[in-house]
């Protein structure tokens, strides 16, 4: 149901899966709240599958999760839906919970670009694999 929900507004915003090239999802429950019932909700197939599905994603789809009062800030890291070396649209989302969020209460997030970074300048990781000769760290 989540799942479905999150998905359809998604796409409605975009227009059309196609027209996303980056996401993530994020979790917020509140100070009484326990992080694992916002990890159950988002790190479930039956709403990353759709959403990756809904928007012919290839790539994990990169999360947050957070506990915490109104008004506490919220990063989502996002990543390019096909290619997750693509640095272009290595990019972390701030938002503020700014809705009074009772103390259990768990809201979710899922986030889309339609672009990478305007003028990035950060290297491309696949050459710099290839001249290292590894992935090792």
């Keep these: 149901m989540?799942?479905?929900l999150l998905t359809g507004e998604i796409l409605r915003l975009a227009s059309s899966g196609d027209a996303v090239e980056g996401y993530g999802k994020a979790a917020l429950v509140g100070m009484d709240?326990?992080?694992?019932?916002a990890s159950a909700l988002i790190h479930t197939l039956r709403f990353g599958n759709?959403?990756?599905?809904?928007?012919?994603?290839k790539s994990y789809l990169a999360f947050t999760k957070v506990r915490g009062r109104p008004n506490c800030p919220v990063m989502i890291p996002l990543m390019h839906k096909a290619d997750e070396g693509m640095r272009s649209h290595y990019v972390t989302i701030h938002f503020f919970n700014c809705r009074r969020a009772g103390a259990r209460r768990i809201r979710h997030r899922a986030w889309l670009v339609?672009?990478?970074r305007p003028h990035h300048?950060?290297?491309d990781r696949?050459?710099?694999?290839?001249?290292?000769?590894?992935n090792e760290a």
Excluded: C, F, P, T
Excluded at 50 to 57: E, L
């Design 2 to 4: 989540l799942g479905e």
């Design 33 to 37: 709240g326990e992080l694992e019932h």
């Design 50 to 57: 759709k959403y990756r599905k809904a928007v012919g994603a």
């Design 114 to 116: 339609d672009g990478g």
């Design 121 to 123: 300048r950060i290297g």
């Design 126 to 134: 696949y050459k710099d694999i290839e001249e290292l000769g590894s």
